[in-house]
Structures are given as C-alpha cells and as structure tokens.
C-alpha cells in the first residue's frame, strides 16, 4: 500500500527544496514528500487518483495560477487533506490573501517563510495537522 503524501508547491526553488528537505528529514519514513515548481505541476501531481494527499502546501509566489484558486482546486479533489498558505514575511499583501483565505475556508493554516528554527516554526504546525488526520488514514 502507498504511503500518503504530502505535496509542495512553490514557484521559488530555494524554498522548494527547503521544506521539501525539511519534511521528508522528519516524516519521510511515513509520508511521500512530493513538489511542483509550478501550479501546472501541482494540478497534475494532486490529479494522480492513485495518490491520498493528507498536507498540502501552496506558497502565495506559485506562478501559473492564483493561490486560492488553487486551494479551491485541492479541496474539490482532496476534501480530508490539510491546507497550508505560505507566504514571505516580507509580502505585504499576504495577510489579506491569508484572512481571505480563512474566512472562505480553504487554508487550515499559514507558513510564513523563513519558517526557521523548524522546531519552533514548522515541525509543531505539521505535527497538529497530521494528528487531526491519523485516525483517518
């Protein structure tokens, strides 16, 4: 049985390949770590049928799309899975796309990058994500 996955979508490589690296480091054992540099990439990577998403997520910089579209597209397709937002700290545009986000309940949480010391920034945040999830996986 395939493990489930968790997908990553970023128009920045840097960023790609950090959180990439830093998940699969911690649930790689558990979960499939994929990426897409691209919303292209990311609608055809989460139309795989044979694949169960449980985490997702879209970074505000994806090119190709509108991030809220996209999470729109991913819940359509994967209901269950849990929704993150990243942004740049620096984006100043971000909170309003992250509250617009909240209230039309597509995100289940927000990532601002540079996310670390991963301990304190990110691990904790997949951590409560993934447990609201085991049961049903």
């Known amino acids: 049985m395939p493990k489930p996955a968790v997908l990553i979508a970023d128009g920045n490589p840097v960023d790609l390949?950090?959180?990439?690296?830093?998940?699969?480091?911690?649930?790689?054992?558990?979960?499939?770590?994929?990426?897409?540099g691209n919303a292209i990439e990311a609608r055809s990577t989460l139309s795989k049928t044979e694949t169960t998403f449980c985490l997702i997520f879209i970074s505000r910089n994806l090119s190709g799309e509108d991030p809220l579209a996209l999470l729109k597209y991913v819940h359509q397709l994967h209901?269950?899975?849990?929704?993150?937002?990243?942004?740049q700290y620096i984006d100043t545009l971000a909170p309003d796309v992250i509250a617009t986000a909240m209230r039309s309940s597509q995100i289940d949480h927000f990532l601002y990058k540079p996310w670390e010391p991963r301990a304190e920034r990110l691990y904790p945040m997949v951590d409560d994500l993934l447990a609201t999830l085991r049961p049903s996986l």
């Open 17 to 36: 390949c950090a959180l990439a690296e830093a998940l699969s480091a911690r649930y790689g054992s558990e979960y499939d770590v994929l990426t897409a």
């Open 79 to 87: 209901p269950d899975a849990k929704r993150v937002l990243c942004a």
